[in-house]
């Protein structure tokens, strides 16, 4: 039985076979454990002679099981720590980090500028009244521009705003009447727009409005150029070209020199030169008067301008859709921008 037994013990390299070999041995139905038992047939002089003998072999094999069992603990922990081990010297993993959206750097960029100059951020809702959105603003019922085709209407008096301009007049509006204003109201819009690259219905814009006693033109001239100048660069020139806006009067749209092709024939600059950038005018005296303020002692100014555009022209994206579908690959670009 010894020698058999240290045999198998020898060749064994699983502990759950040690246990079997235990149990076969000196199990209770064990080969080692009915020799001890069947001790009491044997006579009186042969009983200490095998049990000498039984119980050294109980003895040897109890250590060699045990001795085996605590090499195979052994290697059992070897094998754990090295599946364990970590590699301090291995380089790290690089986590992804997110950053501010390229339109969100722009527009906080023309909040700075403008805060810069005295002016404070002021915001508006989206969901806006048929009177803030168009009629305080001097575009009564029957004016074209809040054609059907144009808004979103939500019911005949509630709409998505179209513009950020009814800003001006809630904000005039809580003022009474004798404060000057100097505000700025960046927020999204929504027009009823074929999506292509330049057209989105839902943009962002940039509101401005001055209001006080003596603002002229001329004020209004001197800001958006300096605006201009810390945008683009103090290479760039601005004009204003008459236009129209029901809420401003007169009205202009401003231009900016073009600079991406030296000023003529790329797809940007086109053949003049000269690149559009917003709508501005002198307050009309009925938006003033409508909010509460005297047109004959306060004049204002208003301006509007679209942050994806300048944004375009800033960094070169030629498609507005790029702002919204949100392809990390692009927005990664302007993380450092
Ligand atoms: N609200 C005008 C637009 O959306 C822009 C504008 C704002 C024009 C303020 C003049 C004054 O086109």
Redesign the pocket.
């Known amino acids: 039985i010894q020698s058999e037994t240290l045999e198998k013990i020898k060749h064994t390299n699983d502990m759950k076979e040690l246990q079997q070999i235990r149990v076969a041995i000196l199990g209770k139905k064990g080969s080692l454990t009915s020799v001890l038992r069947g001790m009491g047939k044997l006579s009186k002089e042969e009983r200490p002679v095998v049990g000498e003998i039984a119980n050294a072999v109980r003895e040897t094999i109890t250590a060699a099981i045990d001795d085996k069992n605590k090499k195979l603990e052994q290697v059992a922990l070897e094998a754990q720590l090295e599946k364990e081990a970590i590699d301090v010297t291995l380089p790290g993993r690089p986590v992804q980090i997110g950053g501010p959206h390229l339109l969100t750097k722009i527009v906080e960029e023309i909040e700075d500028l403008f805060i810069g100059m005295g002016f404070e951020v002021r915001e508006g809702p989206e969901v806006e009244t048929d009177y803030y959105n168009f009629e305080a603003?001097n575009l009564p019922k029957d004016h074209p521009a809040r054609d059907m085709q144009d808004s979103f209407y939500i019911t005949n008096e509630l709409l998505l705003r179209?513009?950020?301009?009814p800003v001006?007049a809630r904000t005039m509006r809580s003022l009474d009447g004798n404060q000057p204003v100097k505000m700025i109201c960046p927020g999204k819009?929504y027009r009823r727009d074929t999506d292509d690259a330049t057209h989105s219905h839902q943009f962002t814009?940039i509101?401005?409005?001055l209001v006080d006693k003596n603002v002229r033109m001329s004020d209004l001239k001197g800001i958006l150029d300096n605006f201009a100048k810390k945008m683009f660069g103090n290479d760039r020139e601005i004009r204003l070209r008459p236009?129209f806006?029901p809420?401003?009067e007169p009205?202009?749209?401003m231009d900016i020199s073009c600079k991406v092709c030296g000023g003529k024939g790329c797809s940007v600059c086109k053949k003049t030169g000269w690149i559009e950038i917003?709508?501005?005018?002198m307050?009309h005296p009925k938006v003033l008067e409508m909010a509460g303020y005297n047109p004959k002692e306060y004049t204002g100014?208003?301006?509007?301008?679209?942050p994806e555009r300048i944004a375009m022209l800033k960094y070169g994206v030629d498609d507005i859709r790029q702002f919204y579908t949100n392809d990390i690959r692009f927005l990664k670009q302007y993380h450092n921008a």
Not at 278 to 281: K, N
Request: proline content about 0%; glycine content about 18%.
């Open positions: 603003l179209t513009h950020t301009s001006q819009v814009q509101e401005g409005l236009s806006f809420f401003t009205s202009v749209e917003l709508g501005a005018g307050v100014f208003a301006f509007g301008m679209g």
